[in-house]
């Protein structure tokens, strides 16, 4: 009987071991092979630990150049920038367009009128014209008859030099005429008495200082 350690056949033993130790060195190059296969010897990470990615780094910010524009100021500073009153010259007249502002056309029985006016520089050059409340005036009429003004029951006016740069508009707020006559003797306004309404129409002129408006702006009073 052929063993391992004893074999038997046809040819001599030592042919048999010779290919008994051929068969084993292959199997121990295979055994060799796998191990090598499943441990990667030399390979990045360590069996276990955590890899870690590393951001991507941020770009960074572009410096300024010297040609570059300065970030523009918030509305303050561009307020605080306005050419003071003393650096321009006094408007003339010619170059400064009033035009009355009525919120509406025709109002109902109970809607008061909300009035007021805006003021423009048409020149080519900056000017100062004092835009305090001593210097504006509002002037309702109806035909040939004035019937109320802004000017009647002033009290404290005051003066308020504005430099307008060339081109600007400047609208003031509105004031609501209470639908009155209006007169110096007649300051408390329940004492006046309405105006006539049931369609009738009125219109608004306006002034700064001896600037009056060209044209003028119609009220409806139904």
Same mark, same amino acid.
């Given at each position: #009987?052929?063993?391992?350690?004893?074999?038997?056949?046809?040819?001599?033993?030592?042919?048999?071991?010779?290919?008994?130790?051929?068969?084993?060195?292959?199997?121990?190059?295979?055994?060799?092979?796998?191990?090598?296969?499943?441990?990667?010897?030399?390979?990045?990470?360590?069996?276990? +630990?955590?890899?870690?990615?590393?951001?991507?780094? %941020?770009?960074?910010?572009?410096?300024?150049?010297?040609?570059?524009?300065? /970030?523009?100021?918030?509305?303050? %500073?561009? *307020?605080?920038? +306005? /050419? *003071?009153?003393?650096?321009?010259?006094?408007?003339?007249? $010619?170059?400064?367009?009033?035009?009355?502002?009525?919120?509406?056309? $025709?109002?109902?029985?109970?809607?008061?009128?909300?009035?007021? #006016?805006?003021?423009?520089?048409?020149?080519?050059?900056?000017?100062?014209?004092?835009?305090?409340?001593?210097?504006?005036?509002?002037?309702?009429?109806?035909?040939?008859?004035?019937?109320?003004?802004?000017?009647?029951?002033?009290?404290?006016?005051?003066?308020?030099?504005?430099?307008?740069?060339?081109?600007?508009?400047?609208?003031? /707020?509105?004031?609501?005429?209470?639908?009155?006559? $209006?007169? +110096?003797?007649?300051?408390?306004?329940?004492?006046?008495? /309405?105006?006539?309404?049931?369609?009738?129409?009125?219109?608004? $002129?306006?002034?700064?200082?001896?600037?009056?408006?060209? %044209?003028?702006?119609? #009220?409806?009073?139904?």
């Amino acid at each position: #009987m052929s063993t391992f350690t004893n074999p038997t056949g046809p040819q001599p033993p030592s042919v048999y071991w010779r290919r008994r130790a051929v068969l084993l060195l292959g199997l121990v190059v295979v055994v060799i092979v796998i191990v090598l296969i499943v441990v990667r010897p030399g390979s990045g990470a360590e069996p276990g +630990a955590a890899t870690t990615t590393t951001p991507a780094a %941020e770009a960074p910010a572009p410096e300024p150049s010297a040609t570059g524009t300065a /970030p523009a100021a918030d509305a303050t %500073e561009q *307020a605080t920038d +306005a /050419p *003071a009153a003393g650096d321009a010259a006094a408007c003339d007249a $010619s170059d400064v367009e009033l035009v009355p502002i009525a919120d509406k056309q $025709s109002y109902a029985s109970t809607e008061l009128p909300q009035i007021s #006016m805006s003021i423009t520089n048409t020149g080519s050059t900056d000017c100062v014209l004092n835009l305090g409340s001593s210097q504006q005036t509002l002037t309702v009429s109806s035909g040939e008859e004035q019937y109320w003004s802004s000017k009647d029951c002033q009290v404290n006016g005051t003066d308020q030099d504005v430099t307008l740069t060339a081109g600007q508009t400047l609208t003031t /707020p509105a004031i609501a005429w209470d639908r009155t006559r $209006s007169s +110096a003797d007649t300051c408390d306004s329940t004492t006046r008495t /309405p105006v006539t309404g049931g369609g009738a129409t009125y219109r608004l $002129s306006v002034s700064v200082g001896d600037i009056t408006s060209t %044209e003028t702006a119609p #009220m409806i009073l139904n």
